[in-house]
């Protein structure tokens, strides 16, 4: 009954190389996010989706791009990954975009 | 745009003792401020918010305190457990047309037995 749930927790992978984190939420929220956690644990917005619209995308590299296929669902896909990328992503999600936010237990790419 | 400063990034106390971590905060028309607490390989979680239409709230032993004049607010943990050990983030809703949250760099509570 995971409220937020991402996958995978772990991802290990070559510069150069492209990958995916999923994110589902059970919640019924409206309004799902992806910030990025840096080894000095600073917690910084990328996106955010609300009803599958794009509303906030922070000055993030293009090789970033979020896809909702619907509003339980918001994916990251990472082009051409840079050894600068390791970092935890996570995944949160709100009733509305002035509610609290809800996150998963975060994805941690690591980049060698 | 909305900034958030942090102190202190590390806070040692004794079990039993009481721990305060202090936030300020830049956009005046922020007004919603939460606490989340994150443990170790886990996701922040919510613990207290507080909005700008009320000073001080209070759970059990936690409570959070808002000037908003100042554009400061504090978390103030009494009776300290082991169990309180984690990191601690503040945060603040910018308001600037997509409501953002902007979130302190953290405080590692450590609560020594």
């Known amino acids: 009954d995971t409220a937020v749930s991402q996958t995978p927790k772990y991802l290990v992978t070559q510069m150069g190389n492209d990958k995916s984190i999923k994110c589902e939420q059970n919640l019924g929220h409206d309004t799902m996010y992806w910030y990025k956690q840096d080894s000095k644990k600073f917690l910084k917005i990328m996106f955010s989706?609300?009803?599958?619209?794009?509303?906030i995308n922070e000055t993030v590299p293009n090789r970033f791009s979020p896809k909702s296929p619907d509003k339980a669902h918001l994916n990251l896909h990472i082009n051409s990954l840079e050894l600068g990328d390791s970092a935890v992503y996570f995944c949160?999600?709100?009733?509305?975009?002035?509610?609290?936010?809800?996150f998963g237990n975060g994805t941690r790419l690591t980049v060698t | 745009g909305e900034n958030v400063e942090q102190h202190p990034s590390t806070l040692s106390v004794q079990e039993g003792d009481s721990a305060v971590i202090k936030c300020t905060y830049s956009?005046?028309?922020?007004?919603?401020f939460p606490w989340y607490k994150q443990e170790l390989g886990k996701g922040p979680q919510l613990i207290i918010d507080i909005r700008s239409n009320v000073g001080e709230k209070k759970d059990q032993r936690i409570a959070v305190t808002l000037n908003k004049t100042a554009k400061h607010f504090s978390l103030h943990i009494t009776e300290t457990q082991p169990e309180d050990s984690a990191v601690y983030f503040c945060?603040?809703?910018?308001?600037?047309?997509?409501?953002?949250?902007?979130f302190g760099k953290g405080t590692k509570l450590t609560v020594n037995p």
């Open positions: 945060a603040a809703m910018s308001q600037g047309g997509s409501e953002k949250l902007v």
């Open positions: 956009d005046s028309a922020s007004n919603y």
């Open positions: 949160a999600s709100s009733q509305d975009r002035s509610s609290p936010l809800h």
């Open positions: 989706y609300n009803n599958k619209e794009l509303i």
